[in-house]
Structure formats: C-alpha cells, structure tokens
C-alpha cells in the first residue's frame, strides 16, 4: 500500500519490520527487494530477490519479473557509471594535454629573461622628466643617473 502512494522510506522501513518479524516469509523479502527498487537501491533489492528465491525458488514471479527487471537495471547502472568514468577520464587526459611542459632551464629561456634583465636596467638607469616652464613650454628631457641635464630650476616646473 505504502509503494503503491510512492512512500517509498515508510515502504522499506514496514517491509524490513516484516523480514525481522518473519525472516522466512518469501513474500516479505520479495516486498523488500520492490521497496528498495523504488528507493533506486538496485544491489540490496537483487539480494533480497535473491533471499526469497531461496526461500522459495520455485516462484516465477520472482524470477521473471522482479530479479530480472533488477537485473536489467543493474546492468544499465554499470553502463552508465562506466560511460561517466570514461568521459572522466578523458576529460582529464585532454585538459594534461593542453598544458605544455616547459624546460625553464634551458638556454632559449635563459637568454629571453637575460634580455628583459638587460631592457629593464637600462629603462632603469634613463629617467624621463617632463618639465613645463612658466610661459607654457612643454619640454621632455632624458635624465641618466650621473649627468644632470636639467636646466636651471628657477625657470621650471617639473611634472612627472
């Protein structure tokens, strides 16, 4: 009655207190196993097909319909949970695959981080000052570390 208005934990739980009652009734364990196919409990309903077909091994109903509709499901459960561990499997084959391995020591890459070592150091050592006189000149001068050659300060205002 509790399968057939889909409460399917209340269905379980009243077949499990019918199999702990009477563990040697067919009938219990066979309702148990539909119980446990509503919850989508495929292995435990196949077992407890299987406990009632040895209780009574000559019920056709249990053979023909529950075990082997259990069966099927549990066939196609393993399908898919292989199909998704493949795709899985490629997913994560593809994306190591995507990722270069780069040898960070080798020569190429040393003289490239030795060349941009060598553009900042001279960047470095030039500044560029923009200098704006009192009558509204704009004057841009390249300003290296020992040699200033900025003109005299009273006439200018520098700007960054």
């Known amino acids: 009655v509790l399968m057939s208005l889909h409460e399917m934990f ?3 739980h009243a077949a499990e207190m019918a199999v702990q009652r009477n563990p040697r009734s067919w009938d219990a364990w066979q309702t148990l196993g539909r119980a446990q196919l509503g919850l989508g409990e495929i292995a435990l309903a196949i077992r407890s097909f ?4 040895h209780i009574f091994p000559m019920n056709p109903e249990v053979w023909k319909e529950d075990l ?5 499901l549990h066939e196609q459960q393993k399908a898919t949970k292989t199909e998704a561990v493949q795709a899985l ?5 593809l994306s190591q695959e995507s990722i270069p391995d780069y040898d960070f020591e080798s020569d ?3 003289a490239v981080c030795a060349a941009i070592a060598e553009k900042e150091k001279a960047l470095s050592a030039a500044k560029t000052v923009v200098i704006v006189s009192a009558s509204g000149t704009v004057q841009t001068v390249t300003v290296k570390e020992n040699c200033p ?3 005299d300060e009273t006439l ?3 700007a960054r």
């Open 149 to 151: 050659a900025t003109p």
């Open 50 to 53: 299987q406990v009632s077909l």
């Open 68 to 72: 082997s509709w259990a069966r099927k």
């Open 108 to 110: 190429e890459i040393v």
């Open 89 to 93: 499997a490629k997913v994560k084959e």
């Open 10 to 12: 209340p269905a379980v």
């Open 156 to 158: 200018f205002i520098r």
